[in-house]
């Protein structure tokens, strides 16, 4: 009931809301406010924030059916693929999440009788990726809780010795993706998205890569040294099947 305390509302109609509004009150999946890596241990998180969305009654804020990507350029000028140098660097200080609403919006039935006036609704919120002003696309950050990507962490302090056979591997099939065109344009090798320490984009794209049914070959790097030899162990039985793509 939150701080309604009448509003009785099935758990079932609060499962792909991504927020709940009611008077100064916004109580928010935690999942939305913290970095891909962070697995909570006790379930899902919901954090109340303070303020309005100047809507009456209660509030869910569900995400599109299909929130929309951008689509590749196909300008072979914007799209570089370096050869990764191993500098663990945040190339995407410019990402920023945006939300908006749509016209869609929908009462909702939570077992009252004999009132007129509806006070539960359901609407369409988008939480839009942007970098330095231009829209990357549009996410819905609940799929991490239902399809969560692997997370690489490691006591390993990066210094385990790596031979000459495993150097050349990597600098022949590790590409950096330093821009959102990079990542949409994939390389065919393995690519490292070097975010570090950049929640907000390490979300971003952990989202975009599940959306795009990417999730099952992507990695994200903890709060542990990235150590590739480590890494490539881990990754080494049946076979080698090193991640696609490398959040860092």
Same mark, same amino acid.
């Given at each position: 009931?939150?701080?309604?305390?009448?509003?009785?509302?099935?758990?079932? &109609?609060?499962?792909?809301?991504?927020?709940?509004?009611?008077?100064? #009150?916004?109580?928010?999946?935690?999942?939305?406010?913290?970095? *891909?890596?962070? $697995?909570?241990?006790?379930?899902?998180?919901?954090?109340?924030? $303070?303020?309005?969305? =100047?809507?009456?009654?209660?509030?869910?804020?569900?995400? *599109?059916?299909?929130?929309?990507?951008?689509?590749? =350029?196909?300008?072979?000028? #914007? @799209?570089? &693929?370096?050869?990764?140098?191993?500098?663990?660097?945040?190339?995407?200080?410019?990402?920023?999440? &945006?939300?908006?609403?749509?016209?869609?919006?929908?009462?909702?039935?939570?077992?009252?009788?004999?009132?007129?006036?509806?006070?539960?609704?359901?609407?369409?919120?988008?939480?839009?990726?942007? &970098?330095?002003?231009?829209?990357?696309?549009?996410?819905?950050?609940?799929?991490?809780?239902?399809?969560?990507?692997?997370?690489?962490?490691?006591?390993?302090?990066?210094? /385990?010795?790596?031979?000459?056979?495993?150097?050349?591997?990597?600098?022949?099939?590790?590409? #950096?993706?330093?821009?959102?065109?990079?990542?949409?344009? *994939?390389?065919? #090798?393995?690519?490292?998205?070097?975010?570090?320490?950049?929640?907000?984009?390490?979300?971003?794209?952990?989202?975009?890569?599940?959306?795009?049914?990417?999730?099952? /070959?992507?990695? @994200? $790097?903890?709060?542990?040294?990235? /150590?590739?030899? /480590?890494?490539?162990?881990?990754?080494?039985?049946?076979? *080698?099947?090193?991640?696609?793509?490398?959040?860092?």
């Amino acid at each position: 009931m939150f701080e309604s305390g009448r509003f009785n509302i099935r758990t079932e &109609h609060l499962v792909d809301a991504i927020a709940l509004c009611t008077e100064d #009150s916004i109580f928010v999946a935690g999942i939305l406010l913290r970095d *891909p890596s962070m $697995i909570p241990t006790s379930g899902p998180q919901v954090r109340r924030l $303070i303020g309005s969305i =100047g809507q009456a009654g209660l509030v869910l804020l569900v995400s *599109p059916l299909n929130p929309r990507i951008r689509p590749t =350029g196909y300008d072979p000028t #914007s @799209v570089e &693929h370096k050869m990764y140098d191993g500098k663990r660097e945040n190339k995407f200080s410019g990402v920023s999440l &945006h939300l908006s609403f749509t016209e869609w919006k929908m009462p909702l039935d939570w077992g009252n009788t004999g009132e007129i006036d509806q006070e539960v609704f359901l609407l369409e919120s988008v939480l839009s990726v942007m &970098h330095n002003g231009q829209w990357v696309g549009d996410i819905d950050v609940l799929g991490l809780e239902k399809d969560p990507l692997d997370v690489f962490e490691t006591d390993c302090k990066g210094d /385990c010795e790596v031979d000459e056979a495993m150097k050349h591997a990597l600098a022949e099939d590790v590409a #950096s993706l330093d821009d959102w065109e990079e990542l949409l344009d *994939p390389p065919p #090798s393995v690519g490292v998205f070097r975010a570090r320490s950049n929640w907000v984009a390490r979300l971003a794209v952990a989202s975009i890569l599940i959306q795009q049914n990417k999730g099952n /070959c992507a990695l @994200v $790097i903890g709060g542990s040294e990235l /150590c590739w030899k /480590c890494l490539v162990n881990q990754y080494a039985y049946p076979e *080698p099947h090193t991640p696609r793509f490398i959040i860092d």
